[in-house]
């Protein structure tokens, strides 16, 4: 009863033209849009049976499905809206991950340079040298260490530029679906408060666009579109943080050969210097040798000359006795102390000829071993020089201080492909 009534009092508000013959309100408009009106007025006359009645329960039905289609392409770009502004952040995080990583990188192309020169420094050194020598050991650790580095930073750049790229391209189709669901529902609104009497002359005459989907396939484009930008930031914010777990170890094993490699060459630096101390010392302790033989070897030779002038006078003064005549001729005591002093300057000087003989090969031994040790300075000096010189450059370029606190327990990625890769020495 009461279904009956409302229908007649929207029987009484509602006046509706026959739907079957009236075709004068088509008049003015083109001809492609008459056809579309006349093909509109018969499938509703058909579905109604000619019971107009009917219209406006069916007008009531279409507002309803207008409005709640309203709201459901409402919430769907509500939700394209929030996938878009988690899309922007997700790039914008990767943007500064790649500015960090490539900024790391660079600061490694140049350390890998440094490293070479150091290397190259160090290779100046004796065969025999290098052979000892743990410096050259943990400096070419540490230039391959480098180069592993860059090359995986080079590949997790390569990564991150595909993300970002991957990251805008599914923005830019949220943004045009975003914009198609805001085109449509401003028409759906204006289906919603379009007037109904309003006479067909003042509608706009836009253009039929027969090429429509189903709503199922809209209804599971949007779920797509929206799943693939949660699957690409989702990814996306995984590899991020594997990364920047990564770039951590990676900077934690490099300052650790860092050090490894300046603790060497320091311990190797203080043990040239003492080495080249001890040189000196010993040096000088030759030379001051070298001084006193050349003093012994000179007083020897001056007692020797002394020897043999007391000996000459003594033969001489031996001589001119042995020149008196006939009973004269005796060996009384002038004789015979001459003959004592000549025996003894003579026993004297055979005494002081082989102590000579020692000093003087004592003297050439010290000179030797002289000329041996001021070699072994030398080439200790050239040693040092260059680990100090090593030292120095390797010094010229300290890293940067890094706050970043990372839990050891953070899942690592897997490196690129290849036979040797920097996280072996992360372990």
């Not at 065969?127 to 050259?136: E, F, H, R």
């Not at 199922?216 to 930008?229: G, I, T």
């Not at 040189?279 to 033989?293: A, F, G, V, Y």
């Amino acid at each position: 009863m009461w279904r009956h009534s409302a229908l007649k009092e929207d029987q009484q508000r509602l006046t509706l033209p026959a739907l079957t013959s009236n075709k004068s309100l088509l008049s003015n408009r083109p001809q492609l849009q008459r056809n579309n009106v006349l093909r509109l007025d018969e499938e509703i006359a058909c579905t109604l049976g000619g019971d107009v009645s009917q219209v406006p329960s069916a007008i009531r039905s279409t507002m309803r499905h207008l409005r709640s289609r309203h709201t459901e392409v409402s919430q769907w770009q509500a939700q394209i809206a929030e996938s878009i502004g988690r899309v922007g952040r997700e790039i914008t995080a990767v943007e500064m991950v790649k500015d960090t990583a490539e900024c790391y990188l660079q600061d490694r192309r140049l350390y890998s340079q440094l490293m070479t020169d150091c290397v190259a420094i160090n290779k100046s050194l004796s065969t025999t040298v290098l052979m000892q020598d743990n410096v050259s050991t943990q400096l070419k650790k540490e230039e391959q260490l480098t180069t592993e580095i860059t090359e995986l930073l080079q590949k997790q750049i390569c990564i991150l530029l595909k993300n970002l790229s991957s990251l805008k391209e599914i923005r830019t189709q949220l943004l045009a679906d975003f914009q198609d669901k805001d085109e449509a529902i401003k028409l759906t609104t204006k289906c919603i408060t379009h007037e109904v009497n309003t006479p067909s002359s003042c509608l706009p005459a836009s253009q039929y666009k027969p090429n429509h989907v189903s709503y199922d396939k809209w209804l599971s484009n949007c779920r797509d579109l929206r799943v693939m930008a949660d699957n690409l930031i989702k990814e996306s914010s995984t590899f991020r943080g594997n990364l920047r777990f990564t770039l951590a170890n990676l900077k934690n094993a490099q300052e650790r050969q860092r050090r490894s490699t300046d603790d060497s060459l320091r311990r190797k630096i203080n043990e040239l210097s003492k080495i080249q101390n001890m040189m000196i010392w010993e040096r000088q302790r030759i030379k001051d040798e070298i001084s006193d033989l050349t003093k012994d070897i000179q007083r020897v030779t001056g007692q020797i000359r002394n020897c043999d002038s007391k000996l000459h006078q003594a033969t001489h003064r031996l001589d001119i006795l042995n020149q008196r005549p006939r009973r004269e001729l005796c060996m009384d005591q002038p004789h015979i102390s001459l003959t004592l002093e000549k025996y003894d300057l003579t026993k004297m000087a055979a005494g002081l000829h082989p102590v000579l003989k020692r000093s003087q090969q004592d003297l050439e031994l010290s000179r030797r071993r002289l000329m041996i040790l001021e070699d072994k300075l030398a080439k200790n000096a050239h040693t040092l020089e260059v680990e100090q010189k090593c030292q120095n450059l390797h010094q010229s370029f300290l890293p940067a201080l890094d706050t970043t606190v990372i839990l050891a327990n953070k899942p690592r990625i897997r490196p690129a492909v290849g036979r040797s890769s920097p996280h072996t020495y992360l372990q």
